[in-house]
C-alpha cells in the first residue's frame, strides 16, 4: 500500500523541502496482522497528519483526539506502529493476547516527508480479534 504511494510522494516533490500529503482514498482496508501487545505515545508527526487530515477532509480537527497511542503490530517481516482510535484500544487487553493474530481495518491517511524519509500515517478505528492457535 505504501509503495504506490510512497513514489507518488517523492515524484511530487519539486524542492525536497518537508512536506506534507494527504491519500485521495478514504476506504478503510483489512489488515491480517499479529498483536505484539506493545504501545507507547503518538508521534507527533503522525497526531499532527491526523489532526490536519480531519481539518481537510472533513473540516474538522478534532479526530486527533481520539487518538493518543500507537500500538505495534507484525504484518510479515514488518514490523508497524499504528495510531489506535482511544476507545477501540479499550478493548484490546480484554480481547487481544501478545502474539495473537487479529484484523485491522486500516485507512491510510497520507505522510509526512523530510530529510528523503517519509513518516506514514494510518489510523486504526475497528478490529475483529482472530482465533488463537490451539484454543477451543
Known amino acids: ?3 504506490d504511494a510512497d513514489s507518488m510522494i517523492r515524484g511530487a516533490l519539486i524542492d ?3 512536506s506534507q500529503h494527504f491519500m485521495g482514498d478514504q476506504r478503510a482496508t483489512l489488515a491480517k496482522v499479529i498483536y505484539k501487545g506493545d504501545s507507547r505515545p503518538i508521534d507527533p508527526i503522525r497526531h499532527r497528519l491526523i489532526a490536519e487530515w480531519g481539518m481537510s477532509y472533513m ?3 478534532s479526530i486527533a483526539a481520539d487518538f493518543h497511542r500507537e500500538y505495534l503490530f507484525q504484518e510479515g517481516e514488518k514490523l508497524l506502529w499504528l495510531p ?3 476507545t477501540v484500544a ?3 487487553p480484554k480481547e487481544l493476547r501478545r502474539g495473537q493474530p ?3 481495518y486500516v485507512m491510510l491517511i497520507g505522510g509526512y516527508y523530510a530529510d ?3 513518516t506514514w500515517a494510518f489510523i486504526v478505528n475497528e478490529f475483529k480479534a482472530e ?3 490451539g484454543s477451543s
Do not use: E
Open 1 to 3: 500500500m505504501t509503495s
Open 16 to 18: 525536497k523541502s518537508p
Open 59 to 61: 473540516r474538522d480537527s
Open 84 to 86: 489506535v482510535q482511544d
Open 90 to 92: 479499550t478493548f484490546f
Open 102 to 104: 487479529v484484523s485491522l
Open 116 to 118: 528523503g524519509v517519509i
Open 131 to 133: 482465533p488463537v492457535a
